[in-house]
């Protein structure tokens, strides 16, 4: 049997039972989009098993949602294209559904749970994810249960949100060693070999039919480029998928990592890891990317300091690249998911920000502005700062930005709109609508 998931990470999202005579068991693949180091898909596994049901796996891809284009989909769908290998020659049924039209999805997961014993899928703290899974909840006919496998420590090990990273650090030392232990199965599709062949119901196949195998196993552009989403922020050169994220990851634990400290700030340096779309699409694991340096320090959890200090260096008991790389993956990545799980209502607003920010700008409110942009301005890349404009180009053009330079872009526009909401706004539209990594709690 699959070694259960830790109670911590799994919520109940709804009162309903468990379905008695039921056909099979659903994972809604929504945000761990991945078969690698994954509680959501190792708990459904685990109560397919238990239950003696088979496994069917669905992951939608809507085009209603907000900024859906060509390259969020595509980088998306590259990542169906390695599920659907992966999960070929097991006995688990796996859907891959791209919506055609807005709206045409809906019943798809309610056709499923008709006939399942219940539904396992993603807990995810933002973007339209948590309004979704809600939303089902209420309608689903079996019991949902939500997995948390978004960082090394549960989002529930905390009971509040934390103002500073260095508040945030000092909890996480004292708190996170007892989660050390309990990281996903690296292969959690190894145990799923002895589970009933899965077949997806013929009445639901035919309604809403998995993407064409072919076209997806061949990475056919055509797949998202007819589809009603936006089409103006194209399709990067960036490759989508578990695939060629664990290869980056790879790639910078050999090569990159021992410079990481030193050259990350360096925008010309090339010492930063790349993997901030592979993680905010789930398709690679922070357990994984963590599990990786770990390793190549040749690391054991003895080596911990016994002092939760909230010292950016020193507690891990590494090198000093490897505990700069980890205080950014661990320690500031999951600030923000902790800040999004605890704040659902208004993490993205104005009034989320800390008191004496809010304050700070208050008072430059009226600060003269020599240069003053609209959002179309800007989005082109329009201005008098030539280096901005490339870090904005830059960003419409393939879905990246180097950190550092993000630091800047963020900052100009401050600087450059009439008051601090103005810019805070215009930062999440162009953010959300052409990063890769957007629409995240760490972007």
């Known amino acids: 049997m699959i070694p259960a998931t830790p109670k911590i990470r799994v919520t109940a999202g709804n009162d309903a039972p468990l379905r008695a005579d039921a056909d099979h068991v659903v994972y809604w693949m929504i945000a761990a989009r991945r078969t690698r180091w994954s509680f959501g898909l190792q708990h459904a596994i685990s ?11 669905l992951e939608p891809l809507r085009v209603g949602y907000r900024h859906a284009s060509a390259r969020l989909h595509a980088f998306v769908v590259d990542g169906m294209a ?9 006995p688990v049924a796996y859907h891959p559904y791209l919506e055609p039209e807005d709206g045409a999805d809906k019943g798809l997961l309610a056709a499923l749970a008709e006939r399942a014993a219940l539904v396992v899928t993603d807990e995810f703290p933002c973007f339209f994810l948590p309004r979704m899974v809600c939303a089902a909840a209420s309608k689903l006919p079996c019991r949902l249960e ?122 010309d340096g090339d010492a930063t890891s790349g993997l901030s779309p592979y993680l905010h699409f789930g398709q690679v694991s922070a357990h994984e990317v963590a599990r990786a340096v770990m390793d190549a320090e ?36 999951e600030l923000g998911y902790g800040f999004c799980h605890h704040r659902p209502d208004d993490y993205d607003t104005y009034a989320s920000l800390p008191d004496w920010a809010r304050e700070t700008l208050g008072e430059h409110a009226t600060d003269e502005r020599p240069w003053l942009y609209d959002l179309d301005a800007l989005e082109g890349g329009d201005t008098h700062d030539e280096l901005w404009n490339a870090a904005q180009n830059q960003l419409r053009a393939t879905g990246t930005m180097h950190n550092y330079l993000r630091m800047l872009w963020g ?17 999440i539209t162009l953010n959300d609508r052409y990063a890769l990594d957007g629409r995240d709690p760490n972007s």
């Open 47 to 57: 109560q397919a098993q238990g239950l003696g049901l088979p496994l069917i796996v």
């Open 82 to 90: 390695d599920q659907a290998a992966r999960f070929d020659g097991t």
């Open 146 to 267: 939500l997995v948390d496998g978004n960082g090394l420590m549960p989002l529930r090990a905390s009971d509040r949100w934390f103002p500073t990273a260095y508040a945030f650090r000092r909890h996480l030392q004292k708190e996170l060693p007892r989660h050390l232990d309990a990281f996903p199965l690296a292969d959690p599709l190894s145990a799923a070999r002895g589970l009933p062949k899965a077949t997806v119901p013929a009445d639901v196949a035919k309604r809403w039919p998995a993407v064409d195998a072919r076209a997806l196993a061949e990475r056919d552009r055509a797949l998202v480029t007819a589809l009603p989403i936006d089409q103006d922020v194209g399709v990067a050169e960036l490759v989508g998928g578990e695939g060629a994220g664990r290869e980056a990851m790879t790639a910078f634990v050999k090569a990159k990592l021992r410079r990481y400290s030193e050259d990350r700030n360096e925008p």
């Open 298 to 333: 040749g690391w054991h959890e003895s080596k911990l300091s016994s002092d939760p200090k909230g010292a950016r260096a020193g507690w891990w008991g590494m090198s000093e690249p490897a505990e700069a790389f980890l205080d950014q993956l661990v320690t500031w990545r």
């Open 411 to 427: 900052k100009k526009i401050l600087h450059w709109t009439k008051s601090p909401e103005v810019a805070l706004d215009i930062m």
